[in-house]
């Protein structure tokens, strides 16, 4: 079974602290996935990373940074955390080439609260 | 860039009745379409995916059906359960490398 774990299921933070989400999947899959979701706009991609090292914005990427040092494990970073960043961030992996679609595999979520 | 739209938002069926959602997409280059289901509290799996070169794919109860001409694909549930109760996505995969999802439905099955 491919595991994808996320290190906080919950997180409080204070506006303008810098907060880091950690990802790792233990199935040697190629890309990794950032997405937020929110209620009603479904699940939108915040950055991604076919490779170590590599990383692509996708939708949302304003207020986001990503780091990808080692395959297994992708991290979103908030430089300085804002109130509209208050959501639940969910972390994918799937295998194979970049433009050959493939299952992803989700982990279980980071609910952010920013005060 | 691609832009999904799925509908409808909320679905209440009586246990036992189909339910059918239905989702468009812009990009007339995507060519993988996934539908993913969230439990409550639970994390988003893939339940069935279609490629552009199959117009219909069928799993047990579940089937999709693509119209690459229109650009829109749907999700049939037939002898639904309450276990089918949770929230589905649909996606929409073409050249950008990444998926565009919709906005959800939440499906409700009525006992």
């Known amino acids: 079974d491919v595991k994808v774990t996320q290190s906080s299921r919950y997180l409080v933070k204070r506006t303008g602290e810098k907060v880091f989400l950690e990802c790792v999947q233990d199935?040697?899959?190629?890309?990794m996935f950032w997405y937020r979701q929110d209620p009603g706009l479904g699940l939108r991609l915040i950055y991604f990373s076919y490779d170590v090292k590599m990383k692509e914005k996708g939708d949302i990427p304003e207020g986001y940074s990503v780091s990808r040092e080692k395959k297994e494990r992708f991290s979103l970073i908030l430089e300085s955390a804002s109130t509209n960043q208050t959501s639940m961030y969910l972390c994918?992996?799937?295998?194979?080439?970049?433009?050959?679609?493939?299952?992803?595999?989700f982990g279980p979520g980071t609910r952010l609260t920013v005060l | 860039g691609e832009n999904v739209e799925q509908h409808p938002s909320t679905l209440s069926v009586q246990e036992g009745d189909s339910a059918v959602i239905k989702c468009t997409y812009s990009d007339s280059a995507s060519n993988y379409f996934p539908w993913y289901k969230q439990e409550l509290g639970k994390r988003p799996q893939l339940i069935i995916d279609?490629?552009?070169?199959?117009g219909e794919k069928k799993d047990q109860r579940i089937a999709v059906t693509l119209n690459k001409t229109a650009k829109h694909f749907s999700l049939h549930i037939t002898e639904t359960q309450p276990e089918d109760s949770a929230v589905y996505f649909c996606?929409?995969?073409?050249?950008?490398?990444?998926?565009?999802f919709g906005s959800g439905t939440q499906l409700t099955v009525l006992p």
């Open positions: 199935m040697d899959h190629e890309n």
């Open positions: 996606a929409a995969g073409g050249s950008a490398r990444q998926l565009t």
């Open positions: 279609i490629r552009s070169n199959v």
């Open positions: 994918a992996s799937s295998t194979g080439p970049p433009r050959g679609y493939n299952e992803q595999f």
